[in-house]
């Protein structure tokens, strides 16, 4: 075999110096463009760069890849010769599922034909109190949907296809790979291999008794879905944004239309979308300030910093996504502490759920939480002593209007005449700020 040459060797030409394959080179430009986004979040231009590179990687690359953007804090996967680029463009660049000016306010948001899953990631982020059932009726769609919305708890999905009764469905015909499958229930059995049930009985599987936002791109079938004006799921919808396509089902604009009459919705257009709102919401909350998780359910990470915790796995654990439990030290030593760093807007008001879950006759902990300034001066404060084997619960006010960055502690500690801190188990229950 002869000898390879030393790329770092004196005197090696440029052209015989090993060189990155165009895929890696992709690959290093995307990675460029994220960490240029995450500095400057709002730019156009850049995201708009950011979008037309990840055309071109989906156009030089098969099988699974990912979209990183700012806001959203977690991958948006992507199949590599498909159209889920144009599709993930047509969400977070293009907007299209963010209507301007609506006066309702979404607490239960069903989405038709949820494809990969960035419409119910958009929706997720814009309506932030409110949850979300997704409907897919194809196979490898639903995998990547899945994919994208598994970091978001408030989001849940279903793989079926929605009609307007109980059925199996075969695919008709395509539009842009799997982003729009026409369904139909006009085929041999053979090929009627997609079930097919109503929305009330979706609704009703998932414990919901309605829905107030309807979010509908079904490729057709949406004159199936909405084909009764009378429904009694419809009753309590305060918003619609539905796709209609009237190339493949003849009338399609019409038949929605009727589900949301004139006397009681606007209806405009958002670019290809018809949208329907009704003119008095059933359901309008005045805006509300974020609520923090200390320990973050959904995507994206919330740093923390750990102060005189035992280096061992039981001292200090997070579990159901948004609890952890912070083992006290030994009595007349220091209190362990969690700090995490966070951002205020307006929440006044810190809760949380206490559990000691040490069996009965073990010493009692003191459950400490303080809100303060990066340099130290004081917010907010409370504290509650528990008894082992049992619970309680913390809460105190902030001052209104509290704004800035902050720091949030947990603090436990043994109560003044405990022994020892065996059977310690200290946790926190969902503490956050709202």
């Given at each position: 075999m002869m000898p390879q040459p030393d790329p770092f060797a004196p005197g090696l030409a440029v052209a015989d110096a090993p060189r990155p394959a165009p895929g890696d080179r992709l690959m290093a430009r995307k990675a460029e463009l994220e960490a240029a986004m995450e500095a400057a979040?709002?730019?156009?231009?850049?995201?708009?760069?950011?979008?037309?590179?990840?055309?071109?990687?989906a156009g030089a690359r098969s099988g699974l890849c990912w979209a990183m953007l700012p806001e959203i804090g977690?991958?948006?996967?992507?199949?590599?010769?498909?159209?889920?680029?144009?599709?993930?463009?047509?969400?977070?660049?293009?907007?299209?599922?963010?209507?301007?000016?609506?006066?309702?306010?979404?607490?239960?948001?069903?989405?038709?034909?949820?494809?990969?899953?960035?419409?119910?990631?958009?929706?997720?982020?814009?309506?932030r109190r409110a949850n979300l059932l997704c409907a897919e009726p194809l196979p490898d769609n639903m995998r990547v949907l899945a994919l994208n919305t598994t970091p978001f708890r408030r989001i849940r999905v279903a793989q079926t296809a929605l009609w307007h009764s109980p059925t199996r469905l075969a695919a008709a015909g395509r539009l842009q790979s799997d982003w729009a499958?026409?369904?139909?229930d006009e085929a041999l059995d053979a090929d009627r291999v997609?079930?097919?049930?109503?929305?009330?009985?979706?609704?009703?599987?998932?414990?919901?008794?309605?829905?107030?936002?309807?979010?509908?791109?079904?490729?057709?079938?949406?004159?199936?879905i909405f084909i009764d004006?009378?429904?009694?799921?419809?009753?309590?919808?305060?918003?619609?944004?539905?796709?209609?396509?009237?190339?493949?089902?003849?009338?399609?604009?019409?038949?929605?239309?009727?589900?949301?009459?004139?006397?009681?919705?606007?209806?405009?257009?958002?670019?290809?979308?018809?949208?329907?709102?009704?003119?008095?919401?059933?359901t309008s909350i005045a805006a509300q300030p974020e609520e923090i998780h200390l320990i973050r359910p959904d995507a994206g990470g919330a740093p923390f910093v750990l102060h005189d915790v035992a280096p061992f796995g039981w001292a200090f654990f997070a579990f159901d996504g948004s609890s952890c439990q912070l083992h006290p030290n030994m009595p007349g030593t220091?209190?362990?502490?969690?700090?995490?760093?966070?951002?205020?807007?307006?929440?006044?008001?810190?809760?949380?759920?206490?559990?000691?879950?040490?069996?009965?006759?073990?010493?009692?902990?003191?459950?400490?939480?303080?809100?303060?300034?990066?340099?130290?001066?004081?917010?907010?404060?409370?504290?509650?002593?528990?008894?082992?084997h049992a619970g309680d619960r913390l809460s105190f006010a902030l001052p209104e209007g509290t704004q800035g960055p902050a720091l949030a502690q947990l603090e436990t500690a043994m109560a003044p005449e405990a022994p020892h801190?065996?059977?310690?188990?200290?946790?926190?229950i969902d503490p956050r700020l709202s």
């Open positions: 979040p709002h730019d156009a231009t850049l995201r708009a760069g950011y979008f037309e590179h990840l055309t071109r990687i977690a991958p948006l996967w992507f199949r590599g010769g498909t159209a889920d680029v144009a599709a993930l463009a047509s969400v977070f660049r293009d907007d299209v599922y963010a209507p301007p000016g609506l006066r309702a306010t979404a607490q239960r948001i069903l989405v038709i034909g949820a494809y990969a899953g960035y419409a119910a990631v958009a929706l997720a982020h814009r309506h499958v026409r369904l139909t997609i079930g097919a049930i109503t929305v009330p009985e979706l609704l009703a599987r998932a414990g919901w008794s309605h829905a107030d936002m309807v979010v509908c791109d079904a490729a057709g079938s949406e004159r199936e004006p009378l429904a009694a799921w419809l009753r309590q919808v305060d918003v619609a944004l539905v796709r209609c396509y009237d190339n493949f089902a003849t009338q399609a604009t019409q038949l929605v239309a009727a589900s949301f009459p004139e006397q009681d919705f606007a209806h405009r257009k958002h670019g290809a979308m018809d949208l329907f709102e009704r003119r008095t919401p059933f220091a209190p362990a502490r969690a700090v995490f760093p966070i951002r205020l807007d307006g929440q006044t008001r810190f809760t949380s759920g206490l559990l000691h879950a040490g069996t009965p006759g073990a010493p009692g902990i003191v459950f400490r939480a303080r809100l303060s300034r990066p340099d130290g001066a004081l917010i907010a404060e409370g504290e509650a002593t528990v008894a082992a801190n065996q059977m310690g188990w200290a946790r926190w």
